[in-house]
């Protein structure tokens, strides 16, 4: 039935007046969904839900009882026997306290959410994107490999099920993994189209297992024609109007005006200042005080899990059970007196045991308690009645996300009545960024009287490995590589013998569907035509000056900012020429004999720990400088430092800084660079023909045992075609024309702000977004990364900024041999971006391998 939008109580009223938004579906709808505005090139109408206890304020017995019932109907749906052996899953960050609680009604079940936590040293058991959230990638870290490996029904949670991508992702990942018969989808409200209503069925054809689903409501979202052009227009009016309010305590006329904190407190909502357009945007962006905060020590009973990032088993549950009384006492007695409206606020995936505790409190005490948790998901807020989200604090992150740094929000909190916060984080938040000035204690404490904290201990898993008792020598060359032995020294093992090579397509189909890994595999070598041989050529006279000048300055900056006598290790195999190239500098400039490694790191699975531990017992892990050649997204950034980080606590050894210095960092996203221009670094334009006929390393359990370095293969059959000491030559040649621009450079750079921005990955997801492929690894930025997507991945397009000249020659060279389209495009952060074929199969491709548009 439908249900008629007009301007009373619901939270959804001014969105659906402003975009002509219709909600059709079942009569409780309206009570379980408001609705509100972002910036999203999909879909700017965000779905509020009520009773999740994410972005709205809510009784804890409400959202827990939501869930709950959601389960014992699940168990009913599978009978005990099916329950008994069922697995479930929430989604990360939203649901991740919906699914514990499902899990809970279903009785027996235990208990797994997705996470955007990495842990060095595991090993995802699963992971996939989610298509139409601020932040995408989701892991599946459990400590006991065997939990979803079983053949009972495999329960998958989320809030809302609207276009169905993500479920259907993730049961296509898991059953190529985990085969089982039955999976059993759950979500508050099904709110997908009629066009996706029957896309479940067909998935359950297509893998031959039954998919049943259960929500609390269903209904769909009636949108007119430009509605999302409307809605981001209306977005983009908004935030306008509350930035303009950042730089100005006066209403400005025809805006609307952020800053709620700038009214009078404590107590309730005040007057709203309301500009000639309307209601207001509100958000919190000023500097407040730092607020006098509570230590509420909840005796977190030692070694349960804080939820189910890493499973929560049934055993786990029942202790949490029997200790929840005492906490939830302990908590009531820090609150103050006379506290008459009181908030628990969860962190993000931390939704669970604030969530158990708030509602163990509620009956304990006279005062209103409510719950909801902060997120990353940034959401317009309006004051208005009629609109789901009516204020807004900003804070920074505060748990050193895997993703860099970025703004976190608490919505409805500011200006709610609240006289008490109880915030909940897991130690792993519990940084200096939670307490300082700018910080969510700071936040809170400019619009409630009283704030307290309760840390519960963040749950890792045991992860123990046996150091090896001994480890080869580096391989050198002329044994291994085409480069002087002096030059580098490869802490890899030799995989020449072994067959390795697989076609580009197959090796794309494995990788993207999940079954193989990209390391466990190697691209047959591109063998170049005399044509791009020559682009080549032509490329390395242009730039080497330019190379060599960018060479100067990353190792100026090192001795002067990193160690007078650097050990240079380099990132196999992109980074191996830059190092080579750093020693060289030292050694033209200062006479210096600069020791050069290479290792090995893999996306996903760390830096070769063997190599770390080889070093650490040769030379003083603070003299080690990692080096690459370039940034993209900054992906293997943040790979290094989650994996030295973790080496560290492992092995007791310590003083390895993972902050790499590269040639160029176009992605922002480090301190130590040559310059941050995306240009065309030569080196680039092959294979392992520039790179000392070294191939890609090599990960793969049955060739790399525990005590082994990664490995890789030694092409001596393309000795013919290397140019690898060739490109160094030439580059270095130039070294003594650049001295006096890399010395002024290295000057303005030593005053200049280098704090990383990290914006190659905000762009990455944009383009993701735009472009319809919702998987950011299928996004490649640079010219360095868009010439390996030409050579080494089936491209799908290349973006091209508008403008750009001789660097993407042989990009232009490539795509045309590969059939692949260019599209210029007019703002781009990047020279280029490569996208990867994002949704590959074998056919993705004709007979000669050219790309085939979508």
Known sequence: MNIAVNNGDWSGSWVAERLGVELEGDDGLRALLGLALRRNPKRAHLLVSNVLGKHVPQSPAVVYGHGFALGRRVRDLLGETEAGRAVVVGYAETATGLGHSVADGIGLAPYLHS??????????AGGFEEAHSHATSHLLLPEDPALLSGDGPLVLVDDEFSTGNTILNTIKDLHARYPRKRYVVVALVDMRSPADA??????????????????????????????LAKGQELVARYEEGAAAADVSAAPLAGVAVEADDRSPHPGARGTARTAPTGPRATGDRTAPTA???????????HGLPDGGRHGFTPAHRIRLETALPAMAARLAEALPLGARRVLALGFEELMYAPLRVARELEPLVAAEVRYSTTTRSPVLAVDDPGYAIRSRLVFPAHDDPADGPGERYAYNVAGA???????????????????????LLARLGAHVPHVLLAVVPSYVPALTEESPAMLPEPLRGPAFSSYPSEDVGWLLQDLSEVTLEAPTEEREEAIQSGGAHYAESLPVEYQPSERYQALFHAALETSAARIAQAVGVVTETVLAERSARPVLVSLARAGTPVGVLMRRWAQFRYGAELPHYAVSIVRGRGIDANALRWLAARHDPRDVVFVDGWTGKGAIT???AEAVAEFEEREGVFGFDPEIAVLADPGSCVRTYGTREDFLIPSACLNSTVSGLISRTVLRADLVGPDDFHGAKFYRELAGADVSVAFLDAIAARFGEVVDAVDAAVKELAAADRTPTWEGWAAVERISEEYGIHDVNLVKPGVGETTRVLLRRVPWKILARAGAGADLDHVRLLAEQRGVPVEEVGELPYTCVGLIHPRFTRGATGADGRAVNL
């Open 417 to 439: 009545g609240f006289d008490a916060v109880v915030v909940f984080v897991d130690s792993a938040g519990d940084t200096p960024e939670l307490h300082a000035p700018d910080g």
């Open 291 to 301: 607020p006098h905060v509570t230590g509420v020590d909840l005796h977190w009973p």
């Open 198 to 227: 029957g896309r479940l069925d067909g998935l359950a054809d297509e893998i031959g297992a039954r998919v049943d689903l259960v929500a609390g409501a269903c209904g769909t979202v009636k949108l007119p024609d430009g509605v």
């Open 115 to 124: 996470t955007r936590r990495p842990v060095p040293g595991m090993t995802p």
């Open 638 to 640: 943040r790979e290094l």
